[in-house]
């Protein structure tokens, strides 16, 4: 079946610019994340959404970062001015419930490059 | 201090060696634990669970040990396809805690 998608699979952008970054999940999965990954790190969490309720933003770095996931299914994660160290992967990925145990699927990612 | 430590590497062995990546975690709550492997410029992709009893995959085997929080991967009989970044994860309630990844060549 269909995986996780994300698109754009790149975007370049200019410093102070928005940019909204869109992710699909697997079908029937009720619980999404978000992470972001800098050259030579692992991945860094985000955002959780269970269902339609971000249920910890603990992750997001400072008040430019948000995310939506209005319908239980796409979500999209907003970036407001643009900052050089913003360039990233931000990667998506998703689970059957959430729960500790689940495995999380992820997408190919957006390769975020902010000049 | 990062939640989860690994050794970066990068670690060149021959085809057909044994290799071992290890990894220690910092939450001694920590309630579930995975290698994930990653491909240059590709998403994380879950390679295997890991339990107390120790669990095997084919070629790929991982061991936890909760009393000194590490983590272990041992791959027996490396193949080309080996070569790829190995990402110990730990997850404490919903989010993934990675390490920063063990880089892995394997050369002909």
């Known amino acids: 079946g269909a995986g996780v998608s994300q698109t754009p699979s790149n975007k370049v952008t200019e410093k102070g610019k928005y940019v909204e970054l869109r992710c699909d999940p697997i079908?029937?999965?009720?619980?999404l994340y978000w992470y972001r990954q800098s050259l030579g790190q692992g991945p860094e969490f985000l955002i959780y959404?269970?269902?339609?309720?971000?249920?910890?933003d603990s992750g997001l770095p400072n008040d430019r970062f948000f995310a939506v996931r209005p319908e239980g299914s796409v979500s999209t994660l907003k970036i407001q001015r643009t900052e050089r160290g913003d360039s990233a992967v931000y990667l998506c990925a998703s689970s059957l419930s959430g729960g500790v145990a689940d495995t999380q699927y992820f997408g190919p990612g957006t390769r975020l490059t902010v000049l | 201090r990062k939640e989860v430590e690994q050794d970066p590497g990068p670690f060149n062995v021959p085809e057909g060696a044994t290799v071992a990546f290890n990894c220690t975690y910092s939450n001694s709550a920590s309630q579930s634990f995975f290698w994930y492997r990653q491909d240059c410029r590709k998403e994380p992709k879950l390679l295997m669970s890991v339990y107390s009893s120790g669990n095997e995959d084919g070629r790929f085997t991982a061991q936890l040990n909760r009393a000194s929080q590490y983590i272990s991967l041992l791959i027996r009989d490396s193949k080309l396809s080996d070569s790829a970044t190995y990402l110990c994860?730990?997850?404490?309630?919903?989010?993934?805690?990675f390490g920063k990844g063990t880089s892995l060549l394997v050369t002909p």
């Open positions: 994860v730990v997850n404490s309630g919903y989010a993934l805690n």
């Open positions: 959404f269970q269902g339609t309720g971000a249920a910890d």
């Open positions: 079908s029937g999965h009720t619980a």
